[in-house]
């Protein structure tokens, strides 16, 4: 019993976890998890301070704005970027889907900075 329970977790985890990395593949026109591209490197972003890239050429409403990305802030910024930041040079429609933005913002908190996925996206 014990046994089922831990592989099904595990297994409720890796479609979750996996849904959200094909979710991130819409970014990936723009952006890598290890460094900056059009838009800024996405590595150890949840914690972080909006705008705060070292390197990147942010627009001045996102260097500006003053947030840290928690996972709230990230969610209500992703469902309508230039909604929820009028003036952001992210050109990006967003992503309507509640359920696809929570396992995305699982995924990049899942790559924190000297997580194995951002190593394996250098
Ligand atoms: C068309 C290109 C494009 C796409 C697609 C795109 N972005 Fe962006 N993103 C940008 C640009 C450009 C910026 C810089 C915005 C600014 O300076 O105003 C940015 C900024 C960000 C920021 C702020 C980072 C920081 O350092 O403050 C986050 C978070 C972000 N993007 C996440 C995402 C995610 C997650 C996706 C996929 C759902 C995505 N973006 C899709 C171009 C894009």
């Not at 992703?78 to 309507?96: F, H, N, S, V």
């Not at 929570?102 to 900075?113: G, M, T």
């Amino acid at each position: 019993m014990f046994v089922f329970a831990a592989l099904l977790s595990n297994s409720t985890h890796a479609v979750e976890f996996a849904s959200g990395e094909q979710v991130f593949s819409r970014c990936r026109a723009c952006h890598a998890l290890a460094r900056n591209r059009v838009g800024p490197a996405l590595c150890g972003v949840v914690g972080r301070k909006a705008g705060s890239m070292p390197k990147y050429p942010y627009s001045r409403a996102m260097a500006d704005w003053g947030k840290v990305w928690t996972e709230n802030e990230l969610s209500s910024f992703l469902e309508d970027p230039m909604k929820a930041r009028p003036g952001t040079k992210m050109g990006y429609a967003g992503i309507k889907n509640d359920q696809e933005r929570l396992a995305l913002i699982k995924f990049l908190a899942a790559a924190a900075v000297n997580s194995d996925l951002c190593a394996a996206d250098n």
